[in-house]
């Protein structure tokens, strides 16, 4: 418990963050994608290689004109990261805030 006063939910390590991310469509400017990871760099080479499990995302990425890593940047909302604990709490409200790919409320996909 922290000191009389202290209104934290949890302490904050920068060591142990997390990034939520997000692929833009250069035409419509519109997100179409959002994830977590510790490494944007790394996580966009990967979704655009051959061999990733995201099947929806490598679908829309065949149809395109760009590479996943062109289109990808930080969430601007959070440009500090969020800890790593809590990254799939964050991960889940963009989604569904962004309506992307793979949103559980949109039952068309």
């Known amino acids: 418990m922290g000191k009389k006063g202290d209104t934290k939910l949890m302490a904050y390590d920068a060591n142990q963050r997390t990034w939520i991310y997000e692929a833009i469509d250069p035409d419509t400017r519109k997100a179409f994608y959002v994830g977590r990871t510790s490494d944007v760099l790394r996580r966009g080479a990967e979704h655009d290689r051959k061999s990733s499990k995201c099947r929806l995302l490598a679908s829309r990425i065949k149809l395109s004109n760009f590479r996943f890593a062109d289109v990808v940047r930080i969430v601007p909302e959070l440009p500090h990261g969020v800890p790593a604990s809590r990254g799939w709490e964050f991960e889940g409200f963009f989604i569904i805030q ?11 996909r």
């Open 98 to 108: 962004r309506k992307t790919l793979y949103d559980p409320s949109d039952h068309e």
